[in-house]
């Protein structure tokens, strides 16, 4: 059995319109499917629409988790996943954005062997030229870290039961599935598809909430940041020796009352410099923080599911 993992935030309207779409490309080809739509925190009715789900189909399985309040779109995928009772599971948007119809071809890729089928983005979709711009460096940023090239990655993704198992063991509450699903590693192939236009409501990122997303999931696959400051260190270290060779014989031969002018420069520059890598420093600390409090990642206020 498929089992289908919609994180579903506030889509009352595509809650339905996911399950038809899917249903009509699955069921003709046979494949047998359940629907886990974790609900992650939703203010709107999408809560009693996955729970009419429920009644009301019969050709399908329908779970619904319930997170107690929002944690986020990779809680949810985290929760999908545990939940899930499928031999194979696949992610995807509940705004449709994602095509239901590359899911047969994910699926026929899954029969011959493949564990882990990535979907990957032909094209981008609709964005404006600042955040194209933004997700450009961030994506240049995190391939680096993590050693794959993550320019046309998206969630839109189908895990084997073994890869399931193993990526629900992994312990961090900094989780990024995108990445972590290469990192894994078994045999894996991409499948590329087109991003569409979201059928109803709007995107739920913000500006806030995309820059907090970077620089999480940046220093939960690098610590490069970290390294950079030692690296400046070495550069300005190299710099002092020149600079202090220059005043030594500037002493020597008397004058040295000049160079006023680069004093103030070299501690405004190490001034910023030292608070900029305290910065840094302080906030993998947070990051140590928050891993050993290890609270847990979502908390689930409800199961719902169609068998009972
Ligand atoms: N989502 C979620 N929790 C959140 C934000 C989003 O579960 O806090 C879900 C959302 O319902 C959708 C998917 O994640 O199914 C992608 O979200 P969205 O369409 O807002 O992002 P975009 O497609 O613009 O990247
Ligand atoms: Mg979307």
Redesign the pocket.
């Known amino acids: 059995m498929l089992s289908i993992i919609?994180?579903?935030?506030?889509?009352q309207d595509?809650i339905e319109r996911a399950y038809k779409a899917i249903r009509d490309v699955l069921i003709p080809e046979e494949i047998d499917f359940e629907l886990v739509y974790?609900n992650?925190?939703?203010k709107d009715r999408s809560c009693e629409k996955i729970y009419e789900l429920t009644k009301i189909v019969t050709d399908a399985k329908i779970r619904g988790v319930s997170f107690s309040r929002?944690?986020?779109?990779e809680?949810?995928?985290l929760a999908g996943l545990a939940n899930a009772t499928g031999d194979v599971c696949a992610v995807?948007?509940?705004?449709l954005?994602h095509p239901e119809g590359t899911l047969v071809e994910m699926y026929r890729l899954w029969e011959q062997g493949f564990e882990v089928i990535e979907g990957v983005k032909r094209s981008r979709g609709k964005e404006n030229l600042l955040y194209r711009g933004f997700a450009k460096l961030f994506y240049k940023l995190i391939s680096r870290a993590a050693g794959v090239d993550m320019a046309r990655a998206s969630?839109f993704k189908m895990l084997d039961r073994k890869v399931v198992d193993e990526y629900i063991k992994l312990p961090e509450r900094n989780i990024f599935f995108r990445a972590l699903s290469s990192w894994m590693g078994y045999k894996s192939i991409t499948v590329e598809f087109d991003?569409r236009d979201?059928a109803s409501?709007?995107?739920?990122?913000s500006m806030d909430?995309l820059v907090k997303y970077a620089v999480g999931s940046i220093s939960a696959f690098s610590t490069a940041p970290m390294q950079l400051i030692t690296l400046s260190g070495v550069f300005f270290f190299f710099f002092s020796l020149v600079m202090g060779i220059q005043s030594l014989v500037k002493w020597f031969s008397g004058d040295a009352l000049e160079g006023f002018t680069t004093v103030i420069l070299l501690i405004l520059i190490i001034g910023s410099l030292i608070m900029v890598s305290l910065g840094i420093i302080g906030y993998y600390l947070a990051r140590i923080y928050e891993e050993i409090k290890a609270r847990p990642r979502y908390i689930v206020d409800e199961i719902i599911s169609s068998d009972d």
């Open positions: 919609l994180p579903t935030y506030n889509e595509n974790v992650d925190g939703s929002n944690f986020g779109k809680a949810a995928i995807m948007d509940c705004d954005q969630d991003v979201r409501g709007a995107s739920k990122w909430s």
